[in-house]
C-alpha cells in the first residue's frame, strides 16, 4: 500500500500544476483537512478557495517534488514551488512581478487509500522576504 499512497500523494501536486482546483476531489474525500501555517482548511469548498487564491497570485505557479517517502500510513513529500506574483491577493497585496522560489514539506495521512489528513510547512518568512514585504536578515 506504501507505494500506491507514494503515488497518490505525489500525483496531488497535479492539482496545482495543471491549475485545476477542480482535481482535489480526485485526490480527497469529502471531510478532509489541509492543516496550513495559516490555519486549518477542511472540505473541498475552503481548498478550491486556497488554491484558486494561490494560483490567482502566481499564475505561472509550478511544483517540483524532490522527494517522497512512506510509511505506515503516512507519506512525506519534500517540494519545491516557483512562481512570479503576478496577481493581488489579501495576504501578499499588489502583483510585484517578482520571481519567487519556495520550499516545503507536507506530511499525507491516508485512511482506506484516501488523504485524509495533511500538515504542511514552508517557509513563509523567504517567501516575503523574496517579494520585499519582509526586510532581508
Given at each position: 500500500m506504501?507505494?500506491?499512497n507514494k503515488e497518490k500523494a505525489r500525483r496531488t501536486w497535479e492539482i496545482?500544476?495543471?491549475?485545476?482546483p477542480d482535481?482535489?476531489?480526485e485526490f480527497y474525500p469529502p471531510d478532509f483537512v489541509w492543516h496550513?501555517?495559516?490555519?486549518?482548511?477542511?472540505g473541498y469548498e475552503q481548498a478550491r478557495q486556497f488554491v484558486s487564491s494561490f494560483l490567482g497570485a502566481f499564475p505561472d505557479l509550478n511544483i517540483?517534488?524532490?522527494?517522497v517517502i512512506g510509511e505506515g500510513d503516512k507519506v512525506v513529500s519534500r517540494y519545491t514551488i516557483r512562481g512570479t506574483h503576478q496577481g493581488?491577493?489579501?495576504d501578499l497585496g499588489p502583483p510585484t512581478g517578482k520571481?519567487?522560489?519556495?520550499?516545503?514539506?507536507?506530511i499525507h495521512r491516508f485512511e482506506d487509500g484516501n488523504?485524509?489528513?495533511?500538515?504542511?510547512?514552508?517557509?513563509n518568512l523567504s517567501l516575503l522576504q523574496q517579494l520585499g514585504l519582509a526586510p532581508e536578515q
Amino acid at each position: 500500500m506504501s507505494e500506491e499512497n507514494k503515488e497518490k500523494a505525489r500525483r496531488t501536486w497535479e492539482i496545482v500544476n495543471q491549475h485545476n482546483p477542480d482535481l482535489i476531489e480526485e485526490f480527497y474525500p469529502p471531510d478532509f483537512v489541509w492543516h496550513e501555517p495559516e490555519g486549518d482548511i477542511r472540505g473541498y469548498e475552503q481548498a478550491r478557495q486556497f488554491v484558486s487564491s494561490f494560483l490567482g497570485a502566481f499564475p505561472d505557479l509550478n511544483i517540483t517534488v524532490d522527494d517522497v517517502i512512506g510509511e505506515g500510513d503516512k507519506v512525506v513529500s519534500r517540494y519545491t514551488i516557483r512562481g512570479t506574483h503576478q496577481g493581488e491577493t489579501e495576504d501578499l497585496g499588489p502583483p510585484t512581478g517578482k520571481q519567487v522560489e519556495l520550499r516545503g514539506i507536507i506530511i499525507h495521512r491516508f485512511e482506506d487509500g484516501n488523504i485524509v489528513e495533511e500538515w504542511e510547512v514552508y517557509d513563509n518568512l523567504s517567501l516575503l522576504q523574496q517579494l520585499g514585504l519582509a526586510p532581508e536578515q
